[in-house]
Structures are given as structure tokens and as C-alpha cells.
């Protein structure tokens, strides 16, 4: 699976973005995808994640309340909705492509459970 992810930027304190990412190349149904995000000088961090039917959602707790993840299995994308963005939410923002079968909370938020990652887009948000 190729993805890319796309829709990163630079937006004030309080603002929103959406992130999106594009799979090509195998069954997209037929994978989990997440969200992971990495700070300058800090550890990659989850972010959010979804089930290969959109059914089931998981969240980190810096960013529940304030981001959502969907997909679209018939665009072959997932994408993250961001509001309420704050200083302490730049990073660059991965996606990835998990294992249909990821079962729980421990299995979509290690990153170990991910097979594909895309190259990631910079989301910057201003104080």
C-alpha cells in the first residue's frame, strides 16, 4: 500500500485543519488506518485510529474531544479532522496502514502494528 498523506499547514491557535490520506496500491477495506504524529526532538505519538470498516475509532488523550478520524473506503482514503488546534499540536502527521485483524486499544496505538506509512504532512499551528 502507497499513502499519501496530504493537507497540512500553518493555522493559528483555535483554528482547524483536515488531513487526508490517500491509499493506492492493495485493498484499502482491507486494513486499519492511524494517525501518528512527531514533534521536533520528541517521540513518535498516536494520534487517533479506525478500524477497517470505520466502525470503531480509537483517540489519544491529548487530542480527543478535538480531532476525528473518518474514511472513505470507496475514495481509498481516512482522513483527520482537526478543530480546536493548539500550539502543542505541531508536528509532522503520519498516516498508517495496520492489520485488518488489530484487535483493542494496545493495537492501534503501537506503532509496531503498522505496516505502511506514508511520508508525512507539517501541521504548524501559531500562538
Known amino acids: 500500500v502507497q499513502l499519501q498523506a496530504s493537507g497540512g499547514g500553518l493555522v493559528q491557535a483555535g483554528g482547524s485543519l483536515r488531513l487526508s490520506c490517500a491509499a493506492s496500491g492493495r485493498t484499502f477495506s482491507n486494513y486499519a488506518m492511524g494517525w501518528f504524529r512527531q514533534a521536533p526532538g520528541k517521540e513518535r505519538e498516536f494520534v487517533t485510529a479506525i478500524n477497517w470498516s470505520g466502525g470503531l475509532t480509537y483517540y489519544g488523550n491529548s487530542v480527543k474531544g478535538r480531532f476525528t478520524i473518518s474514511r472513505d473506503n470507496a475514495k481509498n482514503t481516512v482522513y483527520l479532522q482537526m478543530n480546536s488546534l493548539k500550539p502543542e499540536d505541531t508536528a509532522v502527521y503520519y498516516c498508517?496502514?495496520?492489520?485488518?485483524?488489530?484487535?483493542?486499544?494496545?493495537?492501534?496505538?503501537?506503532?509496531?502494528?503498522?505496516?505502511?506509512w506514508g511520508q508525512g504532512t507539517q501541521v504548524t499551528v501559531s500562538s
Open positions: 498508517a496502514a495496520g492489520r485488518r485483524s488489530c484487535s483493542g486499544y494496545g493495537c492501534y496505538s503501537g506503532g509496531d502494528g503498522y505496516i505502511y
